[in-house]
Structure formats: structure tokens, C-alpha cells
């Protein structure tokens, strides 16, 4: 079984009805920190969930896998059997489909009322969109954050999936379930956890509609401090062609970066006159277009200007920094983040390579108390594989 000695989570329990997106993603998290996860699988997987070498899927680590037909009798009999010895189950869904297939949260609490039962959605269990299709795209769309990121003229850039799948949703499903498992401790009863990642954006919102009221943030593109319209927090091009970023919020650090590049903060405009911030980005991307990036490194080094270099993922974990800090691993010949946070005492860890989608299923499926001749009928009946 995967290791869960010394995890902040160990002794936990979650069944994983496996999807895509934020659910995968939460259930890596959840696993890492010493949770023991089950993915239930589809006996046999479609679409975006055929994995042919699953070490390329890393969000699928940490767990084992079993392969089940969740449209039997028999496969759903084998879901609640895990749920009643489960703290949490989470799936992604459309709402609606886990109550057809008769493991909805009213039936899962009557073989765990102590259960908690975490979904992931992108619009949400209720509302007229919740029964829509929609990707991460979209939810960042309809929240208004799509709204403020890219060029001042033209179309608004289109983001990673960062901010809703796993952000929005990964991230605030995971610390949903983990706040319902700590109050279940003293009420003894579980809850629905509805992880929307509409809501996990607007959360994240939450700053910005403040600026919004208090009318200091200007609804256009590259207008304000965080959205490319200050040119003192921004990227630029270098001499050979690769980029650099700075980010000096504080008068003090500003004065900093201005010295690097070889001007006077004296001579420069105020800092937050924004009718100056035009030509001061002209500026601005003149000189840093003077030299490469990693001569703009060393001039910066040791120098408190909030300067870092723009480094794709090839370059990202050999940086001193993040390879001093030893914060990525090789499994199975695949580079990956290792887990975060960090913890002083119950340290997190990868606890196994990806699995094949049930390739764990008679063996997880033991250790969840299924006995050897119940698992060879179930197999012969075509429930697992």
C-alpha cells in the first residue's frame, strides 16, 4: 500500500471517484500529506482518462487505483462498502450524475453519517448554469477575472488552467474537505462540501472587489499596479530575446531597481502617477533591452529590487534557488514538483509512481477488508478488473 508514515494526514481514509481537472488534483494533494486514497476507476477508461504510461499523469500519485463498474448493482455495493469505512469521498461530476448512480450523499450517509462528501464542480450543485458544460475557461469568464488579464488593446489573454482547475478548484475543494473532517471530529456528522470553481475564483476575487468599491481600480486592461499597467510591475524583453520580470511595490525597493538600471530615483516621476507610466515603460523597455537576462541577473544579484528572471519549465528547476531548496523529484524518469507545503514534523511524500487505472484492485481493495473469494467473484462477474 502507499506509504502514509509521517503524513499531517495519515490515518485518513478517501475514496476518489476518479475524473479529471481539480478532483485528481485535490486527491494528489490529500495523498502526498499521508492520506490513504483509493481512486475508483472506470473498468475501462475513455476520453481524456485513457492514460497510456500513467508516470506522465503525475496529479495521479501518492494512490492506488481499482478498476470498478460503478452502473452495477454489485459495483455500486462495492463504493458503499469502502464509504462506510472512508472519512471523505470526492468526485467531479455534473450534479446530479453520482444520485443516478445511487452513491449521492443522502444514500452515502446512511452507511456513514460521519462521512464527508466533497464535489467539484465548475458552476455548481444549484444555479441555472450548474447543469452546463463549461472548462476553466469559462469560469474565469463569467467571474470577471478573465476580464482583467492580457494586452490593453485587443482580446483578454487566455491563462493557463491554473486559476480554476486547480486554484478555484483542486486547492478549495481539498481545504473544504479537511475543514469538514475537523468539525466531523466534534459533531460526529459529515457534510457536502461544494467546491465550485466559480466560487474558488471570486474568492480569490476578494481583494480586487474591494479595489472595485473603493473605485481605485480601473476596469481596463494594463491600468492598474498588478494587471502590466505600472512599468514597475511588469516583464520585458532582454538583448537575446528571453525576458525578465520586476515587481518593486515599495517606494524602497523601487528606489532599488531604478539604481540597477542606471537611473536616478530623483529624476524619476512619483511612483504612483499613473499619467507618467507610458513613457516611464518606454524607458523602461529600452534599457532593459540593453543587455541579455543573465547579465540583468547578475547585476540584480544581491540587490533587494524584486527581480527574477522568466525561466520556462526546462530552465525552472535547475535555478539555484529551487534546486538549493530541493523542491522537485524524478519518478520513474519524470521530473515533478514534490509536495507542498512543507511540514517540520509530519513531512509530506510521494508515496508511489501513478498506477495504471486498477492496477492496485485486488490489493487495495483487501486492505479496505474485501475478503480473497469475495474479489474473485466480483472480478468473474465483470464489477472489477
Known amino acids: 500500500m502507499p506509504s502514509t508514515k509521517g503524513g499531517a494526514l495519515s490515518g485518513i481514509r478517501i475514496v476518489e471517484i476518479a475524473g479529471v481537472g481539480p478532483v485528481p488534483f485535490a486527491a494528489m494533494l490529500l495523498a502526498d500529506m499521508g492520506a490513504q486514497v483509493i481512486t475508483v476507476d472506470r473498468l475501462e477508461p475513455s476520453g481524456l482518462g485513457v492514460k497510456k504510461e500513467p508516470r506522465f499523469d503525475p496529479t495521479t500519485r501518492s494512490r ?34 453520482m444520485e443516478r448512480l445511487g452513491l449521492g ?4 450517509a446512511q452507511h456513514n453519517r460521519r462521512l464527508v462528501f466533497g464535489r467539484a464542480t ?6 441555472p448554469l450548474s447543469q452546463t458544460v463549461g472548462h476553466d475557461l469559462n469560469y474565469l469568464a463569467i467571474t470577471g477575472a478573465l476580464a482583467m488579464m492580457g494586452p490593453r488593446k485587443g482580446v483578454p489573454a487566455v491563462p493557463l488552467n491554473l486559476l480554476g482547475d486547480y486554484a478555484g478548484g483542486g486547492v ?39 479595489y472595485l468599491a473603493s473605485h481605485r481600480l480601473i476596469l481596463e486592461r494594463e491600468s492598474n499596479y498588478f ?24 517606494r524602497k525597493f523601487y528606489d532599488q531597481l531604478l539604481l540597477a538600471m542606471g537611473l536616478d530615483p530623483k529624476t524619476i516621476p512619483d511612483q504612483l502617477d499613473r499619467s507618467t507610466w507610458p513613457n516611464l515603460r518606454r524607458q523602461f523597455e529600452e534599457i532593459f533591452l540593453r543587455k541579455t537576462r543573465d547579465e540583468w541577473c547578475q547585476i540584480m544579484e544581491g540587490k533587494e529590487a524584486c527581480f527574477a528572471p522568466v525561466l520556462d519549465l526546462s530552465e525552472a528547476p535547475n535555478h539555484p534557488h ?23 514534523r509530519t513531512p509530506s511524500a510521494i508515496r508511489q509512481p501513478p498506477p495504471n487505472p486498477g492496477a ?11 475478503a480473497s473469494d469475495e474479489l474473485e ?6 464489477v472489477i478488473r
Open 64 to 97: 492506488h487505483s481499482i478498476a470498478v463498474d460503478l452502473k452495477s448493482e454489485q459495483g455500486r455495493t462495492v463504493v458503499l462498502q469502502l464509504v462506510r469505512k472512508a472519512d471523505a469521498l470526492i468526485e467531479g461530476f455534473r450534479p446530479g450524475v
Open 105 to 108: 450523499p443522502a444514500v452515502c
Open 122 to 127: 465548475g458552476w455548481g450543485q444549484e444555479g
Open 172 to 210: 478549495y475543494l481539498a481545504l473544504g474537505v479537511l475543514a469538514a473532517l475537523l468539525e466531523a471530529k466534534t459533531s460526529g456528522q459529515g457534510q457536502v462540501v461544494d467546491a465550485a470553481m466559480i466560487d474558488g475564483i471570486e474568492s480569490m476575487l476578494t481583494h480586487y472587489f474591494g
Open 227 to 250: 494587471d502590466g499597467g505600472a512599468p514597475w510591475y511588469g516583464v520585458y524583453e532582454t538583448s537575446d530575446g528571453k525576458h525578465i520580470s520586476v515587481a518593486p511595490v515599495e
Open 322 to 344: 529551487l534546486a538549493a531548496r530541493q523542491g522537485f523529484e524524478d519518478v520513474d524518469g519524470v521530473l515533478q514538483p514534490g509536495p507542498a507545503p512543507r511540514f517540520s
Open 360 to 370: 492496485n484492485t485486488f490489493e487495495a481493495l483487501g486492505e479496505w477488508g474485501f
Open 377 to 382: 467473484s466480483l472480478k468473474k462477474a465483470g
